[in-house]
């Protein structure tokens, strides 16, 4: 293809009545609720990038020997779109999450998508969609580009030689709509999620679903997520359910952050860049380094760390209040969302949502 994409546009004859949309639009929660129309540009090894489509939103056929229901050669995505005061519609950082979906293709052997081709499907689906985008405060359009196999053929001795990349829309509501509360958190000694040379760094579905039983062992030892160990030592902290791990030390002028370094094993979250890229304007010095159960708990104990926090883009930040595991409990901090958690997640919502100064280019217009 060309740098200048073109899509074949086949609009639905059976959109969502405007009166229906605005009742979902009211409480859309999370992933319930899709758009009228969707992305389809399929790839093969003759014809590269082709057969671009907007259309209907709508079941997909595949025949059950398709590649990815036997060796789940699959990857995704996950960003938003955001309404502001004036009415336009933008989006957060695109291009990053297209690098980020080819570096996760480069592991996962599959084709490289052009970052171009990436960000105008992302931009043609809420054009033609951007009356799904809400306006309340706090709510957005959730994009989900993915990419799958789609060769016809049992075997294992080499990757399929055909995909689909797709890209589907949800509006979403605010991640805290009873307020922010901050979550208490299990440390896993029986899971483990990603190891060196493994696919953790990688957004891929695999991790997601290895990850589902130790997420329902710390539900059963009443916590809301689990924090995942190296998977060496069972000792070094590594990310938080689906999220990168921020530790605070200190308070006031004298705070800095500690996130653990991206090894391979780590998800590079773009939430966690941005967060990392605003603190040090805001005068708090990051550092990304490695830190141990026994650090955390005894920081907590002396009153070293102040604050630990997750990041995303479901939830921008979670603050965490407490952390449990076999044989050993404790709070952080008083248990209440800190303030330089509240302040960083305020500047990255600031920028978003535009009542903040973009300096770092990361706002791209979309409508």
């Keep these: 293809m060309s740098t200048v994409f073109d899509f074949d546009i086949q609009l639905s004859d059976h959109r969502v009545p405007e009166t229906e949309r605005e009742g979902i639009l009211a409480n859309p929660g999370w992933g319930q609720y899709f758009t009228d129309h969707m992305i389809t540009i399929r790839y093969s090894p003759d014809s590269g990038w082709t057969d671009a489509r907007l259309q209907p939103y709508g079941p997909i056929s595949l025949d059950p020997a398709t590649q990815v229901l036997h060796y789940a050669q699959e990857l995704f995505e996950g960003l938003k779109a955001y309404r502001r005061e004036d009415g336009s519609v933008v989006a957060f950082r695109p291009e990053r999450n297209a690098a980020r979906m080819n570096a996760s293709a480069e592991r996962m052997a599959m084709p490289a998508i052009p970052e171009e081709l990436f960000v105008a499907a992302i931009d043609l689906l809420v054009r033609t969609d951007q009356d ?8 957005s359009l959730y994009l989900r580009p993915f990419m799958f196999a789609t060769t ?46 493994g696919t953790g760094a990688a957004k ?14 710390a539900i059963r030892e009443g916590c809301d997520q689990v924090v995942w160990l190296d998977a060496i030592e069972h000792r070094w902290v590594e990310e938080v359910g689906s999220m990168n791990l921020v530790f ?71 603050p965490v209040g407490g952390v449990k595991g076999r044989g050993r409990q404790w709070t952080i901090g008083d248990g209440t969302p800190g303030p330089i958690s509240m302040r960083l997640r305020e500047e990255l919502l600031g920028v978003q949502y535009g009542s903040r100064p973009d300096p770092h280019g990361w706002i791209h217009k979309i409508a």
């Design 132 to 139: 799904w985008v809400p306006s309340r405060e706090g709510h």
């Design 152 to 197: 016809r053929a049992l075997g294992v001795q080499r990757p399929s030689q055909d995909y689909l990349f797709m890209v589907i829309a949800s509006p979403s509501g605010s991640y805290y709509p009873q307020g922010i509360k901050p979550v208490t958190v299990w440390l896993s000694d029986d899971y483990t999620r990603a190891a060196l040379g």
């Design 204 to 217: 891929t579905g695999g991790n997601y679903a290895a990850s589902f039983a130790g997420q329902a062992q």
């Design 248 to 318: 605070v030390y200190g308070s006031g002028d004298r705070a800095r952050l500690l996130t653990p370094a991206l090894t391979g094993t780590l998800l590079p979250g773009i939430t966690r860049d941005s967060l990392l890229t605003l603190a040090p304007g805001l005068g708090i010095p990051i550092e990304e380094g490695r830190i141990s159960v026994e650090e955390w708990q005894e920081g907590c104990a002396s009153g070293e760390i102040t604050e630990v926090f997750g990041c995303g883009t479901a939830a921008i930040i979670s």
